[in-house]
């Protein structure tokens, strides 16, 4: 079942419990707690079938929560601050409390509260601005074990015209903050010990673009400045990222940790599942598990706790799913394809967005419940992945071969890893490990990584979760002459996308994945080393929690 060892390893460290000790197990119990009341037994027992062949894997916290007493299915919650008052301050600071410690991350769009320095009225004194509300989350988040079992995941977004955007864009410039008298910057502390507490590295920020934005650069052709500072920084610390919000979609803000599910409705909750491309070998079987996936998601929206009443009452007017895809670049390697949206994948995600759209609308009706707002949403899928054996989300192959820090109770360990996938394809048919594409490979090429999202984004209805990895800052492929030919790429695909990340290697402490030679890391495989602590979610640099 498991393609390799460390998959296994990963299964019984987070997932196995009692009644559930092995991966079939789960499957049955997870199906059973999740839809036994509204599917019939023919279809429980084929969904089943389709998990335990892991063809389609629920979000990590079904997995997690599979036969246990609580119910916290859902991987994340979206909050928006509403109100520009004290007790919508304190309000938020609940509301995040009471999501994180469920085992749900958390995002927040803080662009409703004033500038800092503006006058207050009732008091006489001068606001704070949104900033310091984001450190305060941050640092319930640095105190909560989500669920009591891991890190907390954090989102915060201000719009691009805020009186505070500037302060935003450098929020998490570490490498320009000083440490008291060390002589040190908090980016030299975090190489040292990423475990070290900076400003906001419990969240991932991002700026939030809209029509104006987008309707400015197509009438003139121009970059605005907030924009050319927005991708400076991120090509040389990964953050801000950019949230795109157009047209119809504008007031849709409110996102996720790991930014894929999108919303416009204050405590909307994330509902997460994946669909396995890179064991699923016809487009008619594709069709089915579809069908039961998003039944299973509709399943989910009456049978999970959430944390707070609120939360209750949005998810049932929205009845938000986040039914996503994994395996992608397996499945066009195993095509012989590049890196690219083939016609034959053009087919399989019309198939995914047409039998998605209908079944949610069906079932719904079926039910007598209201009809979902949104149906498909990509996470990174980061840990489970890795217990599919394939590639995570729409990424390519990381890296043939790398090196994985994790967490095994309080102490970071790392294990050497032959990408699974990479490893059937050599192992199979003979596949040459240097002539496998990665995302390495194409860190030199970002516009064919761009255009390969804009491409699934036309049959997504809500975000996708995806990190480019580029070169170094300072490299000769990044660098000041290249901040300019990048955003006006970016600009150009803004309006098909709907948010957009990059990892400069390097630009964190305590990276997650390393890549290393193939023949080094096959020497050393299903080894466990202990390490000094590191701390990171997902690939390319990003903390998160969505899919894990």
Known sequence: MFRSQFAETIFKQKYAHEGCETWADLARVLVEDVCSEHMSKSDRDQLTQYIAEMKFIPGGRYLYYAGRKARFYNNCYILLSQEDTREDWADTSWKAESALMTGGGIGNDYTVYRPSGSYLGRTGGTASGPIPKMHMINE?????????????????????????????????????????????????????????PAPLDMTNISVNYDTEWLLNYMKTGELDPVFLQNVEQALRTAEPGFSFNFFDKEKETGRNACTEVTSDTDSDVCNLGSLNLGRIDSITEFAAIVELATQFLVCGTLKAQLPYEKVYKTREKNRRLGLGLMGIHEWLIKRKSSYVVTPE?????????????????????????????????????????????????????????????????????????????AQELIDLYGTDPESIESAIDLSKDYERRIKFQADIQDYVDQSISSTINLPAWGSEDNNPDTVKPFADTLARYAHRLRGFTCYPDGARGGQPLTSIPYLEAKSAVGEEFQEVAHDICEIGGKGGSCGI
């Open 140 to 196: 319930i988040g640095r105190n909560v074990m989500q669920g009591g079992s891991r890190r907390s995941a954090i989102y915060a977004s201000l719009n691009w015209k805020h009186g505070d955007i500037h302060k935003f864009l450098v929020s998490k410039d570490w490498h320009n903050m000083p440490v008291g008298t060390t002589g040190l910057t908090y980016w030299d502390l975090k190489q040292q010990d990423f475990n070290f």
């Open 345 to 421: 994948l053009h087919q399989w995600l019309a198939v995914w967005k047409g039998v998605s759209d209908v079944t949610a609308l069906w079932f719904a009706d079926h039910l007598g419940i209201s009809r979902p707002v949104a149906r498909r949403a990509i996470a990174p899928t980061g840990t489970i992945g890795i217990l599919a054996g394939t590639t995570t989300g729409i990424e390519p192959l990381f890296a043939v071969a790398y090196k994985r820090r994790y967490l095994k109770g309080t102490q970071w360990h790392y294990q050497y890893v032959v990408d699974s996938a």
